[in-house]
């Protein structure tokens, strides 16, 4: 059974600084997901992952993929306020599994002024 | 383009009681997924469409719940004998190969 755990589960920060939230899974991969979500809505795609070594960037977040140690994870560079959300992990597995997604816990990010 | 849309957005009943939740996926897309968030349980796939065949039901909790999907486009997901536990948020996502978009979810409160 594929599992999927992030940390930290709650992360408060600071405005400008840098943090990094950590999304472990215990099985091979097909692709890896991050998600957005704020209260009381929906799940906004931030980024896919596909290959071993692969980074993506948007804005002041970057997410890289270690297929070989099952590691994911998303970096915040000078934090803002706006980045205040939950952040998900997914993974599809693949296979029989096309498409779907097993989740991490969610990580809970406050930035503070 | 219009995205996903679900409905009620919100849902409030008595235990026991049969719901509704029904989700319309974004124009030709074939695939469509159920998941349910909750604060115990975190996100948990439901269901899984491909078409209007469902070759993967194995997240549904019980035979109190069931799905189905007409036209390759609206789903309905139905929940029998409602309990407490079903209190959640219940997203429905579509998608055109791999990457899914989401709903805005139905938020579930059982009395």
């Known amino acids: 059974e594929l599992k999927v755990e992030q940390n930290p589960l709650f992360l408060s920060m600071q405005e400008g600084k840098n943090y990094t939230i950590y999304c472990n899974y215990s099985?091979?991969?097909?692709?890896l997901y991050w998600y957005r979500q704020d209260p009381g809505k929906s799940l906004e795609s931030l980024f896919v992952?596909?290959?071993?070594?692969a980074v993506k960037q948007e804005g002041r977040l970057m997410a890289s993929l270690d297929t070989k140690a099952r590691l994911s994870t998303l970096h915040i560079t000078a934090a803002v306020h706006d980045l205040s959300a939950t952040y998900f992990c997914a993974v599809d597995a693949g296979g029989t599994s096309y498409g779907k997604l097993t989740f991490g816990q969610g990580t809970i990010l406050t930035v503070h002024p | 383009g219009a995205g996903v849309s679900q409905s009620p957005s919100n849902k409030v009943t008595e235990k026991g009681k049969d719901v509704e939740l029904r989700c319309d996926p974004i124009s030709g897309h074939t695939a469509l997924y159920w998941y349910r968030q909750s604060l115990g349980q975190g996100l948990e796939f439901l269901i899984y469409f491909q078409g209007n065949s469902a070759p993967d039901k194995s997240g549904l909790p019980s035979d109190r719940f069931s799905a189905e999907r007409t036209g390759g486009s609206v789903s309905t997901l139905t929940i029998q004998r409602t309990q407490q536990e079903d209190s959640a948020v219940y997203l429905c996502a579509s998608s055109p190969t791999r990457a899914q978009y989401f709903g805005p979810g139905t938020r579930l409160t059982v009395l």
């Open positions: 992952l596909l290959s071993n070594g």
């Open positions: 099985t091979t991969s097909d692709r």
